[in-house]
């Protein structure tokens, strides 16, 4: 309606051409703007998220070390998993997004912290850890140091104690094999804990519910997603071996669809900026001058028609080869951020899930943007399938 050019507030641009979105955040691209500095107390060192050029590189560099190594993460999020599927064994009416945020809770736990929370086990948000992170995300007041110093306080613990079993997070940040020239400080590394609470939590839960909730309400698609499980995983399969999860391509193309209309992060991942110091550039044909923000919001461009077809309807067809849709520019598709900044933890972040039985189109209108969207309760009627008439 706009263009893809929206000038949203002084000195601040929105942008949404695919062009412009790779020169924004691709390599030689702009620097982090102002907003990654919100959200820290002074005395707090800046984590990996709010850190700019050499000093960005160098985090990265470890946070790239851990998380190659998903693979030694498997069996920890496989035991959750049957943990969680025990949770909700005997059906009923539940709220998914909770169940899904307490999952992605205690994953990160062991991925982190030393599996500290147990949030399944007792099947409630353990010193209301999730009430904090939702609170923190709305930037509201003291809570965001308190929040922080909670966030250090478990990395500090867990440095202090060393990783239960596997070689955690925390592991490879604080660098406990002695491969970096100089060994972080406690503070430093602890400073990313926040980073990893947030990122490797909520998105998560959030990618989880919609993928359910777009399942749900499409029963056509929900009913070839179980025929292809049916048809992968045999029975004497494992479930949770990642290997079949590959030739999952119908979930695979859902997940996407549903990260494509609702990615955990709608608008603020990637806010860029043109210091004042510096000289102005030319983006997509068009001069930026110096001092401006520039926000590639994925909501938005993800929604763009001129790079997907019918771009508000959930249609995972699209991202199957062969797929006869018009319009299908992948570039367009950014729910990782992309770039030296994008999600390090991309690979970590697949999870797949199937459930029975919804009556609710409300809980789209749930969703809150607040760099990373929060949401309302997902209420869903779940069968065990050996009760159910599809055997
Ligand atoms: C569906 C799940 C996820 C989504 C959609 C997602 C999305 C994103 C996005 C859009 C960014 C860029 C943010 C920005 O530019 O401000 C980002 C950064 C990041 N994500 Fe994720 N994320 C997910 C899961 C995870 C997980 C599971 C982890 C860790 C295990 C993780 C760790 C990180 C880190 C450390 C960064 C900062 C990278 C940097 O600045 O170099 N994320 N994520």
């Not at 110093?149 to 079993?165: E, F, S, T």
């Not at 695979?252 to 550039?281: V, Y």
Request: contains cysteine.
């Amino acid at each position: 309606m706009y263009g893809p050019f929206v000038r949203i507030g002084p000195n601040e641009l929105s942008v949404i051409d695919v062009v412009a979105v790779g020169q924004i955040l691709g390599h030689g691209g702009l620097e982090k703007g102002r907003y990654y500095e919100t959200g820290r107390h002074s005395s707090t060192p800046p984590n990996i998220v709010s850190l700019n050029g050499e000093a960005h590189a160098a985090k990265r560099r470890v946070w790239n070390r851990a998380m190659t190594s998903v693979r030694d993460y498997e069996p920890l999020i496989g035991e959750r998993t049957s943990q969680l599927v025990s949770c909700l064994r005997n059906g009923g009416i539940v709220d998914l997004a909770h169940w899904f945020d307490l999952f992605a809770f205690d994953v990160m736990g062991d991925l982190a912290f030393g599996g500290t929370f147990e949030m399944l086990r007792d099947g409630r948000d353990v010193d209301g850890l999730g009430k904090r992170v939702q609170t923190f995300m709305k930037q509201v007041g003291r809570t965001i140091q308190e929040f922080n110093d909670l966030a250090q306080g478990l990395a500090i613990h867990r440095i202090k104690n060393g990783a239960v079993g596997a070689k955690d997070l925390w592991y490879h940040l604080a660098d406990e094999a002695g491969l970096e020239k100089r060994k972080p400080s406690l503070e430093d590394s602890a400073a990313d804990a926040v980073v990893a609470v947030i990122a490797a939590s909520d998105t998560t839960a959030l990618a989880l519910s919609s993928v359910v909730w777009f399942l749900l309400s499409a029963p056509q698609y929900y009913r070839r997603v179980q025929q292809e499980i049916d048809q992968v995983i045999v029975h004497g399969d494992d479930p949770l071996d990642t290997k079949k999860h590959q030739e999952l391509h119908f979930l695979s193309a859902c997940i996407n669809e549903a990260l494509r209309l609702h990615p955990p992060l709608p608008s603020k991942g990637g806010s860029r900026q043109i210091l004042f110091n510096q000289h102005g550039r030319s983006v997509a044909g068009r001069f930026i001058p110096p001092g401006t923000s520039v926000w590639t919001p994925p909501y938005s461009l993800h929604r763009n028609p001129e790079y997907f077809s019918c771009p508000d309807q959930f249609l995972p067809d699209r991202w199957l080869p062969g797929s006869k849709f018009e319009k299908h520019e992948v570039s367009a598709f950014i729910p990782f951020s992309l770039g030296p900044a994008n999600c390090v933890g991309q690979k970590f972040a697949e999870v797949r899930a199937v459930h029975d039985g919804f009556d609710s189109e409300a809980w789209g209108l749930t969703l809150e943007d607040h760099f990373i969207v929060t949401r309302g309760p997902l209420l869903v009627n779940l069968v065990p399938r050996h009760r159910s008439t599809q055997g």
